[in-house]
């Protein structure tokens, strides 16, 4: 059957709620600091729903269907997402649901790694590619990305080395795209990515969540795609393209050479993600798209639209554009604030923004911005920041 909203244009999503609105929200973003300041942080987006997932939502709602998640419509779902959007072919057999990205990573590692164990990371990283894996009791190896926020190979094969030292099992956690700073990891360096793995016998689980918010001319390569990628895992979700963090359900994928392990997964302990999450993620595969498609276009106005406000209001600090997702991240060490210059710019701007330090190595003296908001509510912030930096 065609999809009704398949030839609608639909409004920019970023632009139909007002600032008054948004602050009637009671999640995260919008709660955790006073109400004078402007939340540039967290990863939600300052969107409605997408219509077909609303509807998904209602219905349930309307209808009392609450129980538990069944079915394979979220798998399926998610296979036709890849092959339409990625051309890549993957089966909904390789999948398993699971309640997030973060337990599903976090599982995945711990099942192919001992306690003590090293899972190696590229700071500055998403900070709870540290937290659940430490309390996991796995220890954090880091291999920096480049200035520029690329893969440093020779950094990752010594990390690699070092990890596998006395014949040890380890792991890899890479983000694709980068969280922060949005780098699209080429194909090129995915498959040396591969081979460093299989030469060092490292597993790789690749967090993907953000794979649906690459720019328009950008290419989103799933790891498991790439060749030697085969015995690697990949988790993903909707959640972050449609916000619907409130609502999590995620899916890990197998490698072609990785399901006797996920098979050995998919006896586990845990609980899987909740029949409510499901249903959302699963309409915003199947039926998101066209809302998606009108997200982007105002995702890349909003950061060409920080370039300029960067350049205007804090000269000294480096903004590179983000290939994907709307979690960009300034080098702010030209504006000599602080190891933290998030601290700053919340007592001084009444701006809330993601602390750099908590990235890990390469983290001090940055922040991350969240552009997912309206336009003028991300220009008046960094007016605010850069008036702050003017303070005699
Ligand atoms: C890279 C990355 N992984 C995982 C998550 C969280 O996913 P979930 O809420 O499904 O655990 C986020 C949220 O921002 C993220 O940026």
């Known amino acids: 059957m065609p999809d009704p909203a398949a030839d609608t244009v639909l409004p920019d999503p970023l632009t139909t709620l007002t600032l008054a609105q948004l602050r009637e929200r009671t999640s995260a973003k919008w709660r955790r600091y006073d ?3 402007l939340p540039l942080w967290v990863a939600e987006m300052d969107v409605e729903l997408a ?22 419509a979220y798998t399926e779902a998610l296979a036709g997402f890849a092959s339409r959007r990625w051309g890549w072919d993957v089966s909904p057999g390789q999948m398993t649901t699971v309640a997030d990205v973060i337990t599903g990573y976090t599982d995945i590692l711990c099942l192919l790694t001992e306690p003590g164990e090293q899972i190696v990371v590229n700071p500055p990283v998403y900070p709870p590619f540290y937290s659940y894996l430490k309390a996991a009791g796995r220890r954090i190896a880091e291999a920096p990305l480049t200035e520029d926020l690329r893969l440093d190979l020779g950094t990752l094969e010594e990390a690699f080395a ?6 040890h099992s380890a792991a890899y956690l890479l983000c694709n795209p980068h969280n922060p700073g949005g780098t699209a990891h080429t194909r090129e360096e995915l498959e040396q990515v591969a081979a460093l ?11 993907e969540i953000h794979a ?23 988790v993903m979700a909707a959640s972050k393209a449609w916000n619907l963090a409130g609502i999590p359900a995620a899916i890990v994928i197998g490698g ?3 399901q006797d392990d996920l098979a050995r997964y998919g006896n586990s302990a845990h609980h899987g993600p909740t029949h409510f999450g499901t249903l959302a993620q699963t309409a915003a595969y199947e039926h998101g798209e066209p809302w998606l498609d009108a997200l982007l276009p105002s995702l890349d106005r909003n950061r060409h639209l920080l370039a300029t406000l960067v350049e205007e209001h804090l000269p000294g600090a480096v903004y590179r554009l983000p290939a994907a997702t709307y979690l960009t991240w300034i080098d702010c060490r030209g504006l000599e604030l602080d190891v933290d210059p998030s601290a700053y710019f919340l007592e001084h701007a009444r701006v809330a923004l993601n602390s750099g330090p908590t990235f ?24 605010r920041m850069g008036a702050s930096t003017h303070r005699g």
């Open 197 to 207: 793995a299989e030469r060092y016998g490292v597993r790789v689980v690749a967090d």
């Open 162 to 167: 070092s990890a596998t030292a006395g014949g």
């Open 256 to 258: 072609t050479k990785a």
């Open 35 to 37: 109400a004078d300041v």
């Open 51 to 72: 219509a077909p997932i609303k509807e998904a939502l209602e219905r349930a709602v309307a209808t009392g269907d609450l129980g538990y998640a069944s079915g394979t």
């Open 212 to 234: 649906p918010l690459f720019y328009a001319g950008e290419t989103f390569v799933p790891y498991l795609s790439v060749a030697g990628g085969e015995r690697g895992f990949s």
């Open 360 to 383: 890990g190595t390469g983290g001090a003296g940055h922040v991350r911005v969240n552009i997912a908001t309206h336009p003028d509510i991300l220009t008046e912030a960094v007016r």
